[in-house]
């Protein structure tokens, strides 16, 4: 089974500042895709950036970029010129065409950004 | 367009009484996902349905049972709630995955609070 870990249960960065949040998984398969998430207090689950595990190239979206290592199954978040409303729980997923469509999520990461 | 709509939002309740979670889809999707949100657990898939008439258990099954009652709805029942079951609930939706931005649409969670 798939598993997602994440080690880091709080983070905290200074407004403006970077901040990399991690995420390790453990997969046997080779095409899969991963996902970063993010939850603010109003609970939504709001999806951040994806990344397509046959893509070399790290994905992008504005101020959120990935670091994507297959061979090391790692997978962080780097969320540059970080923002107030950056502050929520990011949660790292996995998803793979073998498990029925299911995601597996890691434990989150509480951000906090400091004005 | 409402995606992923759950009621109620907010529900308290004592042990030992039974309560329905209701979500409804709008997308027509086929596969729904009840999962539950604990402090440092990430979410845990509770039962899911890969098709209208079809459910499956999650990781976290004991103590809930679902209803697929079409392929819009898709219900979550605690037939005797316990305070280890007071959690965050969400629902979630997905076609099978083919190029749409995320595998999953979720709704908004209902807190569920067991004294």
């Known amino acids: 089974a798939q598993t997602v870990t994440q080690s880091q249960p709080e983070m905290s960065v200074q407004e403006a500042e970077t901040v990399t949040l991690s995420c390790t998984y453990d997969t046997s398969e080779s095409d899969y895709y991963l996902f970063w998430y993010k939850q603010p207090p109003s609970r939504q689950m709001i999806l951040v950036i994806r990344?397509?595990?046959?893509?070399?190239q790290n994905a992008t979206e504005n101020r959120f970029s990935v670091n994507f290592q297959k061979a090391a199954k790692s997978f962080s978040l780097k969320i540059s010129d970080s923002q107030l409303g950056d502050a929520a729980m990011y949660f790292c997923?996995?998803?793979?065409?073998?498990?029925?469509?299911?995601?597996?999520f890691g434990t989150g990461t509480r951000l906090a950004v400091r004005p | 367009n409402a995606g992923v709509t759950q009621t109620p939002k907010f529900q308290v309740l004592k042990t030992g009484q039974s309560m329905t979670l209701q979500c409804a889809q709008d997308?027509?999707?086929?596969?729904m996902y009840w999962y539950r949100q604990d402090p440092g657990m990430g979410l845990r898939l509770i039962y899911y349905s890969a098709s209208e008439g079809t459910t499956d258990k999650g990781e976290v099954p004991n103590g809930y049972n679902v209803s697929r009652l079409n392929k819009r709805e898709f219900s979550l029942r605690l037939e005797s709630a316990a305070p280890s079951q007071t959690s965050v609930y969400f629902c979630a939706s997905s076609a099978p995955w083919g190029g749409e931005r995320q595998p999953q649409h979720f709704g908004d969670g209902t807190r569920l609070s067991i004294l």
């Open positions: 997923a996995y998803w793979s065409g073998n498990s029925g469509d299911k995601l597996t």
């Open positions: 990344q397509e595990a046959y893509k070399q």
């Open positions: 997308m027509n999707h086929n596969s």
